[in-house]
């Protein structure tokens, strides 16, 4: 089986910095692509930047030149670095991964993982 964690919330004043880890664990063959949503009380969770195993990106627009997503394949890890963050960004941001792993049967499946969430605030 897959589970991811995330690290790196916070209490983060406006204009602030604040950078998200989520690793992957289980008997992985691959992570495809990973992404960061969030979801702010009363809202739709909402993709906010997607990375594929390759390293193609793509971010919400009201995300872009201030986020940026990255991967290490080898630790099988995802990042979001947050810069210039505004009240707007709070959220509980969750990483999703597209994973290839082996069941304890020893073949191979695919399945769609989420993380637990992590709490951004962004208030003075």
């Known amino acids: 089986q897959v589970q991811l964690v995330e690290s790196g919330g916070g209490l983060v004043q406006p204009g602030g910095s604040l950078r998200l880890s989520c690793a992957a664990s289980g008997t992985i063959y691959r992570i495809y692509d990973m992404a960061w949503y969030r979801q702010a009380p009363g809202k739709q969770r909402e993709l906010v930047a997607k990375i594929t195993y390759g390293g193609n990106t793509n971010y919400v627009d009201s995300v872009k030149g201030r986020f940026t997503i990255s991967r290490d394949n080898a630790k099988n890890t995802v990042y979001l670095q947050m810069n210039s963050l505004k009240p707007e960004d709070a959220a509980v941001y969750y990483c999703?991964?597209?994973?290839?792993?082996?069941?304890?049967?020893?073949?191979?499946?695919?399945?769609?993982?989420w993380g637990q969430g992590t709490q951004v605030t962004v208030s003075s």
């Open positions: 999703n991964a597209d994973v290839s792993y082996y069941r304890g049967t020893g073949s191979r499946t695919d399945g769609n993982y």
